[in-house]
């Protein structure tokens, strides 16, 4: 991220959970993986993150998803929140949980190789397949 990360404020549905994000770029990051599309019952749109602080947090659920990351969510509710890596070195935050403006752009789809033949967005992105993106989270080393 840059030094122009600012905090956005964010919650769940029924607002047992809220948290405050430190967002650097508008870019939008979609997820085509099937966990990502199970766990949201779509496609996961985030923003990455510097980091979360949680301001109420008696309700966030964690699950340990692989070796390396885990998606929060709010356990009264369901909503999901965040993906983040265990060592919290990054974070996809769901863009739709976020009190943002208009000023985003969608920028890159990950996954591509597991997105459905049913869908697509019309924006030019940056796309990676799955290996690639487990490869850069990895350091190379297998899961």
């Not at 809220?18 to 990502?36: E, K, N, Y």
């Amino acid at each position: 991220m840059d030094g122009n990360a600012k905090s956005v404020p964010g919650r769940c549905l029924c607002g047992a959970v809220t948290f405050t994000a430190m967002a650097g770029d508008r870019d939008v990051g979609v997820c085509h993986c099937s966990m990502c599309r199970h766990w949201t019952a779509g496609v996961f749109m985030a923003l990455h993150c510097e980091g979360v602080t949680l301001d109420k947090g008696d309700e966030l659920g964690v699950y340990r998803s692989s070796d390396w990351g885990e998606r929060c969510f709010c356990k009264a509710c369901g909503t999901p929140l965040f993906w983040r890596m265990h060592d919290g070195s990054m974070y996809a935050v769901s863009v739709n949980a976020l009190d943002v403006g208009e000023d985003l752009k969608l920028a890159s789809e990950i996954f591509i190789d597991e997105k459905p033949g049913y869908y697509a967005f019309a924006n030019d992105t940056h796309r990676m397949t799955g290996a690639e993106v487990i490869a850069m989270v990895t350091g190379g080393q297998e899961e």
